[in-house]
């Protein structure tokens, strides 16, 4: 099977600095990155996404970057809210078809 | 407008019992998953569908595991003689389309406890 993985299972910030996650993959032929947030009791929520094709995407408060050379992606989480608390999982796939997930990392945001 | 609704959203069965997880995907989409999560676990792959196509079934732990999706639609997840290894959080997931990536979209999934 594929392996996603996380650098970083835990991680605090403080409210109001940025936050960064990382994830490495391990299938250079994945073509299609999802980035997910998942609270307590409830199913992973959609963040961003990130084609093959592109190094860089951002929304709202958060960016994704793509570095293909060495299989890693990440999510920045600009100006952290306590809202932000949360499990982060990373998920590749080629072609869109079946998706793989890394382990999640959690973020917890001190006020 | 709806999202993916999962059904029952907690279920308690004894050991040996069958269960059925059922899964509304959001209307229109062609694509529905099933990933198990044990706590504090990622997502694990269990079946997909695609439109018209046979599933992909490459996930599924064992033959107790089953699934079906009537009319491209509303898919539901057998589990037969339900061993306490089985209890875990089942989510389902839709997307538009499976093919050229497009995000999944989850159900808050069915907690699953066997006793």
């Known amino acids: 099977g594929e392996s996603v993985g996380l650098h970083l299972p835990t991680l605090s910030v403080q409210e109001g600095d940025n936050s960064i996650i990382n994830c490495a993959y391990s299938?250079?032929?994945?073509?299609?990155f999802i980035w997910y947030k998942q609270e307590s009791g409830k199913g992973p929520q959609f963040i961003i996404d990130?084609?093959?094709?592109?190094d860089k995407r951002q929304g709202q408060r958060v960016t994704v970057l793509l570095n293909k050379t060495v299989k890693h992606l990440s999510l920045q989480i600009a100006a952290t809210q306590p809202g932000d608390s949360a499990v982060y999982f990373c998920?590749?796939?080629?072609?869109?078809?079946?998706?793989?997930f890394g382990t999640g990392t959690s973020l917890t945001v001190i006020p | 407008g709806a999202g993916v609704s999962q059904s029952p959203s907690n279920k308690v069965t004894e050991k040996g019992k069958d269960v059925e997880l059922r899964c509304d995907p959001i209307?229109?989409?062609?694509?529905l998953y099933w990933y198990r999560q044990s706590l504090g676990q990622g997502l694990e792959f269990l079946i997909y569908?695609?439109?018209?196509?046979?599933?992909?079934k490459s996930g599924l732990p064992s033959d107790r595991f089953s699934a079906e999706r009537t009319g491209g639609s509303v898919s539901t997840l057998t589990i037969q003689r339900t061993q306490q290894e089985d209890s875990a959080v089942y989510l389902c997931?839709?997307?538009?389309?499976?093919?050229?990536?497009?995000?999944?979209?989850f159900g808050n999934g069915t907690r699953l406890t066997v006793t």
């Open positions: 997931a839709s997307s538009l389309t499976g093919t050229g990536g497009s995000p999944l979209h």
């Open positions: 299938n250079s032929a994945s073509d299609y």
């Open positions: 990130i084609r093959s094709n592109m």
């Open positions: 998920a590749e796939s080629v072609t869109g078809n079946q998706f793989y």
């Open positions: 209307s229109g989409h062609t694509a």
């Open positions: 569908f695609q439109g018209n196509s046979a599933p992909d």
